[in-house]
Every structure is written in C-alpha cells, then in structure tokens.
C-alpha cells in the first residue's frame, strides 16, 4: 500500500479511480475552501501527484475536474468544465 497524498494542500482528500500497466493513478484531490470544496483531477506518475490542470494551456477554458481513466499509452479521460457546462474530456499528454 502507498500513500498518494494531495496536490499541495493538507486540508484535502484524495481519491484515486484507475491505474495502468505503468503505475500511472488517475483521480481527483479535493480541497475545502472555506466551506466549498473545489475539486482537482490528478495524474500520480513518477512518484509525483500533478494537477491536470497544469498540464494544459492556461487559457483553454477548461477546468479539470476529476479523471476517471488512464490507458496504458497515457490518455486520461474525465470530467470537467468548459464554458460554465460539465463535459467529458480525453486528455492526450505529449
């Protein structure tokens, strides 16, 4: 058994959803903002957790939420936010 941790924060959770053949985990790390939690998709890779959200352009209009998926070429697929509606996403990193 393995401790993920979260992304930066102590006061959050984590969940992690699926793993490939690689060890890669895929989930979200939950953090509470003054009462509101504000949820964050994550890749745990390389013994490091990263934001999803890191790995695209800043000025995508997404907001990654939660990763549900990742295959064993890498692609991770989840759920997030573009122009204020909740999509389904499928992230290929490079």
């Known amino acids: 058994?393995?401790?993920?941790?979260?992304?930066?924060?102590?006061?959050g959770f984590s969940w992690g959803f699926a793993?490939?053949?690689?060890?890669?985990v895929v989930g979200l790390s939950q953090r509470d903002l003054a009462g509101a939690?504000?949820?964050y998709?994550?890749?745990?890779?390389?013994g490091k957790m990263k934001d999803l959200n890191l790995l695209i352009p800043g000025?995508?209009?997404w907001v990654l939420?939660?990763?549900y998926g990742i295959n064993?070429?890498?692609?991770i697929v989840g759920e997030g936010t573009i122009g204020g509606k909740t999509?389904?996403?499928?992230?290929t990193p490079n």
């Open 19 to 24: 793993i490939n053949s690689s060890g890669a």
């Open 37 to 39: 939690y504000v949820d």
């Open 72 to 75: 064993d070429s890498g692609q």
């Open 1 to 11: 058994m393995k401790d993920l941790g979260t992304l930066l924060h102590s006061d």
């Open 59 to 61: 000025d995508s209009g």
């Open 41 to 46: 998709a994550f890749v745990h890779d390389g």
């Open 87 to 91: 999509h389904a996403f499928l992230l």
């Open 65 to 67: 939420n939660v990763a």
